[in-house]
């Protein structure tokens, strides 16, 4: 199985994958930062067409890359578009839920869909569509934050601003609702919607969140000239 390292954490991590002579990990397009010279890399659509299409309305890319060691063993280095840490999920007979930007690369046995959250994922603020990573055999997947990463333990309730969410257990039950006693109340406080989660499993946070960080310094910047 590939070996994942995670270095330059936790602000501006970097990962090496190390792959055996015809290992392969498939990584998010764009993701790539380097790669030994005899690792090949095979770009497609997963899913096909219309796969591709469900994932691109979600907010991914199109395609995604398919790394392989041909002949001796071979390095790929892997990286986010933003700031933060990363970390490897050991995949369990469960799965996960992921946020669809937080996915950066898994190993070949795992599937990785987009599922609609309906307008319980829209409103959640990841779009109307997530990611379900499952897997019947042992695998791995490596999701990135803005951030930090932090894993928490849901022992019966736990809620989470939405922004904030990077992955977690899909034994977990959850909805979106209001952060407060109602609309008005939740717009004032300033922390707008939250994930209501409930049963036994864990949850990975970032803790930062990219819509507030983005008015933040969108505010400071000067207005554009016409």
Known sequence: ?????????PAHSLAKV?????????????AMVGMSTNVQMQTQAQGGLMGGLKRMFGGESF???????????????????????????????????IQNSAYVASTLDVQVETQSGGFKGF??????????????????VLVGAF???????????????TGHLVAWD??????????????????LSGEGLVCHFE???RIWIQSRNTVEYGRTVGGMLPARQA
């Open 170 to 187: 899909a034994t977990l039950q959850y909805k979106v609702g209001k952060s407060g006693a109602g609309w008005i109340a939740s717009w």
């Open 123 to 140: 409103f959640s603020g990841a779009g109307v569509f997530m990611l379900k990573a499952t897997s019947q055999q042992p695998g791995q």
């Open 63 to 97: 395609f995604r890359n398919t790394f392989t060691a041909q002949g001796a063993p071979g390095e790929v280095l892997l990286s986010q578009s933003l700031c933060g840490d990363m970390v490897v999920l050991q995949m369990t007979p469960q799965g996960y839920f």
């Open 1 to 9: 199985m590939p070996h994942f390292e995670i270095g330059y954490q």
């Open 199 to 201: 049963g036994q499993g």
């Open 147 to 161: 951030g930090g990463i932090q894993e928490l333990q849901c022992d019966g309730n736990m809620v989470i601003d």
């Open 18 to 30: 190390t792959l055996q002579p015809n290992e392969s990990v498939m990584a998010e397009s764009g």
